[in-house]
Structures are given as C-alpha cells and as structure tokens.
C-alpha cells in the first residue's frame, strides 16, 4: 500500500518500514496509524518489522575494532614505509599508463606501414638520393656518369611487361 | 601491492614523540584536520579512534569480513592523503562516509573484477568483537541467527541498494547526508531505499516463515 486505505488493503512492507522509523509526515503518516489501529495483521507485521530493524541495528553496531585493531592502525599510518623496490611502481604505470600508449602507437604504426614513402622524410630523401636521376645530374665522373644510365636502362627493362 | 604500501610514503610527515590523548580527545573537526595536515600524532590517533568504528562497519556491511582490516587501513591512508583537500564545507563524517562508499565501490568493481567476489557469512570481525552477552543462550542464538541472516540479506543486495540501507537503516544518516555521499539526488535516495526495503522485508518475511515452520 504506497497510499494506504484505512480500511481495505494493508500497509506494505517498505511503507512500514518508513512509518516505524519515524519518516512519514502528515497524511501519509496518519493514514498508516489508522491502518494500524484498526488492523491486527499489520500490528503484527509492524511488531515484527520492528524487532528485525532493532536486530539489524544491533548486528551493525556490535561490529568494533578492538584495541589490537586501532593500534595496528595507528602504527601503519605512523610508521615509515619499508623500503621497496622500484620496479613495483614503475611496472604498475606501465601497466596503468604506458600500455595503452604502447598500443596505440603499435595501432598507427600498423596503419601507416602501408605508406612508407607518405610518411618517413627520411627514407623519401634517402630514396631521392639513391635514385639513378639524381646519380645521373649529380656525376662529377664519366665513370660514375655511365654507371647511372646503366641502372636507368636496368630499371627501364625491369618495368617493361 | 596494496595502495597503502605504495603510497605510505605520501602520508604526512607524522613525527613519533608521545602525545597528549586528553587533549586531543576534545579536538574539534577543524583542528582535528589541521592536525592531521600538520602531521601530529595525536590528531591522527584521535581521527582513528573517532572515526574508525563507522569506517569497519561500513566496510563490513559493504564488502563482507574479507580483507576488510586493508580496506580500512587503505581508507585511512586516503584521508591523510587527501585531508588537504577538505573544505569543510560538509561535516567531517560526510567528507569521510564519502571517501569510504566511494573505496567499497572501487574494491567491489576489483573483485568483481577478478571474479573474487563472494558471497560472505557472518563477518569476522561481528565475530571476534561481541561483547559478553547476558540474555539466555536459546534467545542469544535466535538472535544471532537473525542477524546472520539479515547480514547475508544486505549483502545480497544491489550494490546501488545496499549502500541506501547501510547509510540510512544502519547508520542513521539524513537522506540530504546520503544524497551528499552516494553522489544522488534525495528523491532517488528515497525511491531507491523503498526498493531496498521491499526487497529486504520480502526475503526475511520468507526466512521467518521457514524458521517458524522449522520450530512447530
């Protein structure tokens, strides 16, 4: 009974629950009283509710630390840390922070390895400098000179079908 | 490697002369703070013993006995760290309710995880710290299973649900002190902690029904 009927249905468990510990106000309040007055089974309900709310209170509150308890407490918070290893943080960033760092690049290195010449400067200069063309202009040597339209005329064979 | 290892070193430089306990003991929220920031032993003993009790509790109700002695000590290494950033816009509880729920989420989600989680019997430490009873043993142990059960109840609650029910039904915290800590507004509070409680009340209504079918 969310609204409960003073004379047909009974008073839900939850609505109950709210009247035992005091949380209803003013008409949701009375009606539950009125309810209760002129209701034995919800009288009993409320009895027993009540009884399980004080065991549960009670449960909660008998768990204390002991003084062995507070003292370790005190004394771990006091005392200074033993010495430790460095690699027990270091290993948990890496883990915590560097992992996902790693494998993003790892990602991007996968998707561009497709386009080397798009991406590496230095290989793309690397390549030009190598390049029969530029061996050809850049000759001081008749030897060095026929040696670059050799490799042209190599390379033009390879590419013929 | 707990946090608390890692970071012990991070702490406030707290120096080991003997300290006044009396004193400290009448230490208010602010100057409890400050102490703690200035790194003295007896306000850093005096958060303990104040806050403590509310922090195991907490932990135990949220994530069961298991390791819960690291999970406090983990809790309190959070404070100290992070005892400079409080305002004191709220109530000290609040800011250290909040620091709690917040280390049960975050340990809830590492077990879950590692698949570590499990269901928990009766904590230990309910165990190890009750105090002499003198009721009659037949109604002491009616009573004990009760809470056994209510506890393993609570524990098979929602997450979302079990921390409503903690706050409000154990610890006795206003709905706008909850709203604050769990981070939802009021009326979801509310609305989440009538699910609970339904919830609750259906599965210990079936649990009287067997223990008195079981008795008869």
Redesign the interface.
Known sequence: MQASDAKTSHV???TL??WQ?AELEGAPAHTVQAHLAACLACRERAA??QQ??T????????????LA??M???R???E???P?SIW??VS?RLVRWLAPAVAVLAVLFLLLRGEPSATSSSTLTEDVIDAPETALFTATTEEQMQQAMLELMLRANEQQP | ?RD???K??E?PN?S?EPHNSAAAATLSETDLIAGCRAGR?EA??EL??RY??AV??IC??LLGSREV?DA??DI??KI?RRCDRFEGRAALFTWIYEITLNHCRDELRRRKRKRWFSLQAL?T??V????ENTRPVSEQIE?EE???R??RE?QQLKPKHRELV?LR????LAYEEIARISGIDVKLVKSRL??A??IL??K??AY?EEASHASK
């Not at chain 1, 209170?57 to 002991?66: I, S």
């Not at chain 2, 190890?128 to 105090?131: A, F, G, S, T, V």
């Not at chain 2, 039904?169 to 006795?172: I, T, V, Y």
């Open positions: 839900d468990d939850a629950w709210a510990r027993h509710l399980l709310l065991a549960m209170q009670a449960g909660h509150h008998r768990v204390q630390p002991t308890q507070q370790q407490l005190v771990a918070l006091t200074p840390a033993p430790r027990v943080p948990e | 490697m608390t290892d890692i012990k070193t702490l707290v080991l032993p850093l003993a303990v013993k403590q009790p195991l509790r135990v109700s002695d406090v000590q309190f290494v100290l904590p430490a309910v190890d710290n009750i105090p009573t009760l809470q056994r209510l506890h609570i903690v039904d154990l610890e006795g009538f699910e409680r339904q009340s259906r210990m209504k009287v």
